[in-house]
């Protein structure tokens, strides 16, 4: 084993009490996983691959086969159904009904969404048998748009200047009002999904509207009391009023930046506060890895685990991990890790974050059907 804690440390670790999840009725799987993101943080990073719905396998195989090791986490998107004649410009996030982004031809592969969502629920639980951890997120529809459904143009996704307006932010946020039902209409799509994990005693990392603090998605640039911080906590009592117990809820913001017409605010902005969230995260792309976006990250979260939700490029060096110890996990973004645009990710690189002895892959955590921990 290249991880051996010393006997102190591992005592010690053993009789700490982490805090507990924010929902009061968590599930045992739910509380044992959030114990153990508490218990690497500082010490190691797990790491982490994105699947679409159209492969669910494809780029975990292609880390084993440049690793020869599994990624520890296992993430996929619920996502929608891309409609209207230009759904191949949508490729890369990976909707329900597209093959998997930069194939070529881009094609429509006729899963339902109703298909699809049951694929990924499927390989979530045939991948939490087999000792990984599951995240999963969702790139949904504007209900302005698509009526509470699952189909919708990409533009019904990625809104950029053409969000809500004020008065249609305060309708979605208002129960009783025809936006709202058709918010909630949506939301209950994807709950019946969730709630068949949670029979299955899979709990999930579930990071829904992420990078709320950047203006392309029609859930961003809503700062303040009145801005996204209400949408979280709607769908935060939403879902637990559902019953859905098996949620640790990660709140992941893009990492900050001033970049034209491509900007992402300061997390405070959108932040809904410590006791509606489990983990922060950040959104990491470009080998943006500021030490800043790790530290602001960890002092807003006054000590709450934190991690690389969604990167593109992994860090140039493996130093990164010694400076930024409390990331608890990264997950690449599908295509990325083999380096769809020249050699971003080299083999190379990919087999020095692997190796690192601060970076666990699967065979590097034990698993007794509830409980992960370090080997």
């Known amino acids: 084993m290249k991880r051996i804690l010393p006997l102190v440390l591992a005592l010690v670790c053993a009789c700490t009490s982490h805090p507990a999840p924010v929902n009061p009725r968590s599930t045992p799987e739910a509380r044992e996983l959030l114990d153990f993101l508490y218990s690497i943080s ?10 679409f719905a159209s492969d669910l396998s494809r780029y975990d195989a292609e880390v084993l086969d440049m690793t020869g090791k599994w990624p520890a986490l296992w993430g996929s998107d619920f996502s929608f159904h891309a409609t209207g004649e230009d759904f191949g410009r949508y490729q890369h996030a990976g909707p329900l009904n597209i093959s998997v982004p930069f194939e070529r031809p881009c094609v429509q592969t006729g899963l339902t969404v109703a298909d699809a969502r049951q694929a990924i629920v499927d390989k979530a639980i045939e991948e939490w048998r087999r000792g990984r951890i599951v995240t999963l997120m969702w790139h949904c529809c504007d209900p302005r748009l698509s009526g509470g459904g699952n189909e919708c143009d990409g533009a019904g996704v990625w809104t950029m200047d053409a969000g809500p307006s004020d008065e249609e932010w ?13 918010w909630e209409r949506e939301m209950d799509t994807v709950i019946p999904y969730l ?17 709320m603090n950047g203006a392309w998605f029609w859930w961003g640039n809503k700062p303040g009391e009145n801005g996204f911080k209400r949408l979280w906590i709607m769908t935060y009592e939403y879902f637990t009023g559902k019953g859905l117990n098996n949620l640790l809820w990660v709140w992941d913001a893009n990492a900050p930046r001033v970049k034209e017409n491509d900007d992402a605010l300061p997390y405070e902005l959108f ?6 969230v489990d983990v922060l995260a950040a959104d990491i792309y470009a080998w943006d890895y500021k030490q800043s976006h790790h530290d602001e990250l960890v002092a807003l979260g006054g000590g709450k685990p934190v991690a690389m939700g969604e990167i593109g490029q992994l860090p140039r060096e493996v130093s990164v991990f010694e400076e930024q110890p409390a990331w608890t996990w990264f997950m690449v973004w599908g295509y990325f890790v083999s380096g769809h645009r020249g050699d971003e990710n080299h083999l190379a690189l990919v087999r020095s974050i692997y190796d690192s002895p601060r970076v666990l892959t699967l065979d590097e955590i034990s698993f007794d ?4 921990r370090v080997r």
């Open 42 to 51: 500082g010490k190691y990073t797990l790491s982490g691959e994105h699947n």
């Open 170 to 182: 305060d309708a979605l946020c208002t129960p009783g009002t025809p936006l709202h039902q058709a």
């Open 195 to 211: 709630a068949q994990l949670q029979e299955a005693g899979v709990p999930v990392l579930w990071r829904p509207y992420h990078e």
């Open 271 to 276: 932040y809904p506060g410590n006791e509606y």
């Open 369 to 372: 059907g509830r409980r992960h």
